[in-house]
């Protein structure tokens, strides 16, 4: 009897512990998801276009699948969708206007519904606009890296997505500052609680918590000087290094890194962040007297996930990118369908 008590609790505390191991496996599988689904766009001037007033606009494109791939992965070549209502392969126009079955196709193509609704949330103002997607119009327009390839070949070669002019737009809004997000879906994503203006004061070196650099850093550290600076949001201490070196250029660091304490000074967010000819440091809020838009930006920016950052590198290839404070998260990445 006691041989079969003994192994009775065996049996109870294995399945106890695969139990453990299966919902804890399936909290990062949701964490995962969760971020991974959150599909966010941004909203764009667009000028270029001969003939064409200005105006505001949102690219679906990345969500559209153009390319034919072979056994190995690699594309074959571009494939057409017939998105575009004109002569396949011989697309002359900068701008098309997608009416009836062709809004249809772009519809089942980035996998939206009439019935869904496009949210535009301007953080700075923290105020939320939305739009039903049946009323807002769909186009395409020619890239702006594709302007000297007329009649294109491909579809590729245009960007596919949502048209709204300046009087749509909130009075509040100002767009030249980009500081909106951009969500199509069922529901709001956004949590609607005021992220916070990472205010910067520039402090001592030595107040900059003590952390290990990675090589990026060392390759550059016998002639580099640093600049310093803090800030306070959300009941903790945020912390920038950048990193100058007289061999690259002492005007714009070639390094920096980030740090996040709180009140008990444990660490809870450190990131590093490598500039080249591609990427280059962000302006500092309230560090450059002729740049006024607020770049840094940190708290709860959408419901059921955790406090984020972002701000601190400007890319010329690549989208901007939304840390979670919360590392066991991904970062998210913003579709801005940039081709350059």
Sequence with gaps: MQIKKIISICILILLSCDIYANESNKVQQQKSHATQKLDIFTL?????????????????????????????????????????????????????????????????????????????????????????????????????????????????YYQFGFRLTSNQLPKALDPDSYQTLVYIGKENPFALQQITALDWKKIDNEDFPIISKTEIFSKFIQDSFNKTYQAKANGWNYYVQDHFSQEIDVNSAYYRQVVIKDQGEAILFNSEYAFNDEIIPAFLNDQHPEFQHKVQWSGRLFKNQPLVIFGFEWKSFGCPVIDFIDRSYKSLIIKCDNRH
């Design 44 to 156: 764009d001037y667009i000028e270029y276009l001969e003939n064409e007033s200005a105006f505001y606009f949102t690219s679906l494109s990345e969500n559209i699948t153009f390319d034919n791939y072979d056994e190995n992965g690699e594309v074959i070549l571009p494939r057409n969708l017939q998105l575009i209502p004109d002569t396949v392969g011989n697309y002359k126009k900068d701008i098309y206007i997608l009416n009836k079955e062709y809004r249809q196709r772009f519809m089942e193509a980035t996998g939206i519904a009439e019935t869904d609704t496009y949210y535009l949330y301007d953080y700075q103002n923290n105020q939320l606009t939305t739009y039903p997607i049946s009323e807002l119009e769909v186009i395409a327009i020619i890239d702006a890296y594709s302007m000297d390839e007329k009649p294109c070949k491909f579809e590729n």
